[in-house]
């Protein structure tokens, strides 16, 4: 117990020490359905760079093998390399386009989630290199485990994503619901209708306003309502994701919490 008290303070003074503490980097915490369709992690980074941002995206969703194809400049070692201190946090992020990196704090080897302890490490050694970025998008699932709500926690926003079908409206409603009781910026939190591109405006406005009405007899909360993307048409999937960008961005939505502030103190220690 003491040996753990004292890691977490180590963790806590790294994070302290890192040129992060006092930078005001944006830091979204997207959650959506188990679906590759539905992840807008990458498009969204991609839409920020063409904003002169860069990004470094935190993925809990997929794999190198997954992700082979999108890579520009690939990740030199993996997860497992860097947990057993064979490399430095740097190896382990590859670059998608100009302007747009990639981490997993998840095993590539198997689909376990990595435990508290390494989380905390893995934030930790991330602060050191996260000033050279302007947003944080932390990419996740509906199923919300303790390290996800522990990001989440700490995340100067989160956007839920759902698509307008009853099972994915249901998924979304739980995980609101469980956000509701657990995070501290609860006027933080945004929905995001993802659809196929089936749905006209006037359907994906009445799932919103259905979807609204719930939450706010349920659960007495109605999140931020931050538009809707299509799927089925490149073209408008496209306008539709760089002004959702472009709507985050002159907003300064996720910009008003410090990411590795907020997370040291969910373990434990004060900036």
Do not use: H
């Not at 003491?2 to 806590?12: N, P, S, T």
């Not at 990458?42 to 839409?47: D, F, I, Q, V, Y």
């Not at 390494?118 to 602060?127: H, R």
């Amino acid at each position: 117990m003491k040996d753990q008290a004292e890691k977490l303070r180590k963790i806590v003074g790294n994070i302290s020490n890192a040129k992060t503490a006092d930078k005001k980097i944006c830091s979204i915490m997207l959650l959506s359905p188990e679906n590759e369709n539905f992840d807008i992690s990458a498009p969204l980074s991609k839409a920020f760079a063409m904003r002169e941002k860069k990004v470094l995206i935190i993925d809990d969703r997929f794999g190198v093998e997954n992700l082979k194809t999108t890579f520009k400049f690939p990740p030199k070692e993996t997860l497992k390399n860097y947990l057993q201190n064979e490399c430095y946090i740097d190896n382990i992020i590859g670059n998608i386009c100009e302007n747009v990196d990639w981490v997993s704090y998840r095993n590539y080897d198997s689909p376990i989630e990595i435990g508290n302890s390494d989380l905390s490490k893995f934030i930790s050694d991330l602060s050191s290199v996260a000033a050279n970025y302007d947003y944080i998008i932390i990419n996740g699932g509906m199923e919300i485990s303790e390290n996800t709500l522990m990001l989440t926690n700490s995340a100067g926003a989160v956007i839920l994503t759902a698509a307008p079908n009853p099972a994915s409206i249901t998924d979304a409603y739980s995980a609101l619901k469980l956000l509701v009781s657990q995070m501290r910026a609860k006027e933080n939190i945004y929905f995001l209708i993802n659809t196929n591109g089936n749905e006209n405006e006037s359907e994906v406005q009445s799932v919103k306003e259905k979807f609204f009405a719930l939450t706010e007899k349920f659960i007495n909360f109605t999140p931020n309502f931050l538009g809707f993307l299509s799927l089925k048409d490149s073209i408008s999937f496209s306008d539709k994701i760089n002004s959702t960008a472009e709507k985050i961005d002159e907003n300064n939505i996720g910009a008003n919490q410090n990411f590795f502030a907020n997370f040291a103190q969910s373990i434990g220690g004060e900036l």
